[in-house]
């Protein structure tokens, strides 16, 4: 097993190849990225990357740990912050999608209220995975909402509104 935690410094690849690190080490294997300046992209062949904070020449939202989220800043690097919850259903808000719809009962309706990316992995779901309750709604109530790389979903009467779903695999 292999363990990378980097917590400050600059990073970035002198092979010229715009990658910084490669995830292929197998099970039990992770890369945690807690601060510094990472130039170049993290490509994880197996497992996922954990990114708690730091600067990124990269969009690494999809790496984001919970409660974190990626923002491009005013210099054009990926800032790790704080993330707010932009996902609700009624009152009760959420941080992820997954959260969200795990959360989700017959005819509620899922309100994504931020434009982002959102990424919905293969397997998130607890109880039948990719199934979703009965009569659920998802409403992006701004533009800009995208679910990116999801899996296939399984739903009796979905509506959605206002959501893009790019890149979805099976």
Do not use: M
């Amino acid at each position: 097993n292999v363990v990378v935690i980097v917590n400050g410094g600059e990073l970035k690849s002198l092979s010229g190849s715009n990658h910084v690190f490669y995830h292929t080490a197998g099970a039990g294997s992770s890369i945690t990225v807690n601060g510094g300046t990472v130039i170049g992209a993290i490509l994880p062949y197996t497992g996922t990357p954990i990114v708690n904070g730091g600067l990124f020449s990269v969009d690494v939202s999809a790496y984001c740990a919970y409660a974190k989220t990626a923002k491009q800043n005013a210099d054009g690097l990926w800032e790790v912050v704080d993330a707010e919850k932009t996902i609700f259903i009624g009152a009760n808000g959420y941080y992820t999608l997954e959260e969200a719809l795990n959360a989700a009962k017959d005819g509620d309706t899922v309100e994504i209220k931020a434009a982002g990316s959102y990424v919905l992995k293969r397997g998130a779901l607890s109880e039948g995975a990719y199934s979703l309750p009965a009569n659920l709604t998802l409403v992006g109530t701004v533009d800009g909402v995208q679910v990116v790389n999801g899996p296939t979903i399984r739903a009796n009467n979905l509506t959605i509104d206002n959501v893009d779903f790019v890149n979805p695999s099976d």
